[in-house]
C-alpha cells in the first residue's frame, strides 16, 4: 500500500499565490522528504525534514511535519510560473536498517503567469 | 560535483525485443544505487537498489534484472520486453553513510515504449 499520499492531486493558482500540498503516511517515519519534477525529466530534491523536527525553511519552501497526525505539508510562497511542475513526498517506513523510500503519486501544480 | 547519467533518453522497442538501461554516476563512490519505474501520471515505483558491486536488491518479481558490474554503473535488462514494461525508467544514488533513506540524486530518465 502506499506510505505517502499527497493532496490535492492537482492544484492551480495565480503567480504570487501561495501554494500548499500535504501528504499523510501511514507508519512511523525516520524522515519525510519532497521532491519536484519537471515534466518529462528525472527528480529534485527539495528538502528533508526528519521525524524530530516540526518544521524547516529552504528559500521560498516550508515545510512543516506533524508526526502525531502523520502528515507534513509543503508550502511555497509567492509562486512563479517556473514552480510549475510535479511534486512527490517520499517516507520510509522505518522497516530497519535498509528502511527504504516510498514515493506518493505526485500533485501537479500549476502556477498561471 | 556528482553527476548521474542515463541513457538512452528514449527508447522504442518491440515486444519480445532484448533491453539493456545504462546508468552511471560520477564525483562519487561507494553510492547506493537504485532504478525506479514511473507509469504515466503515477508515483515512483521502487525496481532495484544495490548497496554495493554485485549486491542487487529486487524489489518487485518482474519481467526485468538489474546488474553492478561497477562500482559507478548500474545497468537494467531484460531478455524479452512485455507491452507493460513501457513507462519512464530512473535511476537513482543516495549517499552509502546516509542509508537508503537519504536523499536521492535522480538521473534524467529514460522514456521506453514497448509497442
Known amino acids: 500500500s502506499q506510505q505517502g499520499e499527497e493532496d490535492p492531486q492537482a492544484l492551480s493558482i495565480q503567480e504570487g499565490e501561495n501554494a500548499t500540498m500535504n501528504c499523510s503516511y501511514k507508519t512511523s517515519i525516520n524522515n519525510l522528504q519532497w521532491y519536484r519534477q519537471n515534466s518529462g525529466r528525472g527528480l529534485v530534491h527539495l528538502i528533508l525534514i526528519r521525524s524530530n523536527e516540526r518544521e524547516k525553511h529552504s528559500g521560498r519552501l516550508r515545510v512543516t511535519l506533524d508526526t502525531s497526525k502523520k502528515s507534513s505539508s509543503l508550502l511555497i510562497t509567492a509562486s512563479r510560473a517556473a514552480d510549475t511542475a510535479s511534486y512527490f513526498c517520499a517516507t520510509d517506513a522505518r522497516a530497519g536498517a535498509n528502511s527504504k523510500l516510498t514515493f506518493g503519486k505526485g500533485i501537479t501544480l500549476s502556477v498561471r503567469p | 560535483s556528482q553527476t548521474i547519467h542515463q541513457w538512452p533518453a528514449t527508447l522504442v522497442q518491440p515486444v519480445g525485443s532484448p533491453l539493456s538501461l545504462e546508468c552511471t554516476v560520477e564525483?562519487?563512490?561507494?553510492?547506493?544505487l537504485y532504478w525506479y519505474r514511473q507509469a504515466a501520471g503515477r508515483g515512483l515505483q521502487l525496481l532495484f537498489y544495490?548497496?554495493?558491486?554485485?549486491?542487487i536488491s529486487s524489489e518487485v518479481p518482474q519481467n526485468l534484472s538489474a546488474s553492478r558490474p561497477q562500482d559507478r554503473q548500474f545497468i537494467l535488462s531484460s531478455k524479452k520486453l512485455l507491452l507493460s514494461d513501457s513507462g519512464f525508467y530512473l535511476c537513482?544514488?543516495?549517499?552509502?553513510?546516509?542509508?537508503?533513506?537519504?536523499?536521492?540524486?535522480f538521473g534524467p530518465g529514460t522514456r521506453l515504449t514497448v509497442l
Open positions: 564525483g562519487t563512490s561507494n553510492p547506493n
Open positions: 544495490s548497496i554495493g558491486i554485485d549486491q
Open positions: 537513482a544514488w543516495s549517499r552509502l553513510a546516509g542509508g537508503l533513506s537519504d536523499e536521492q540524486f
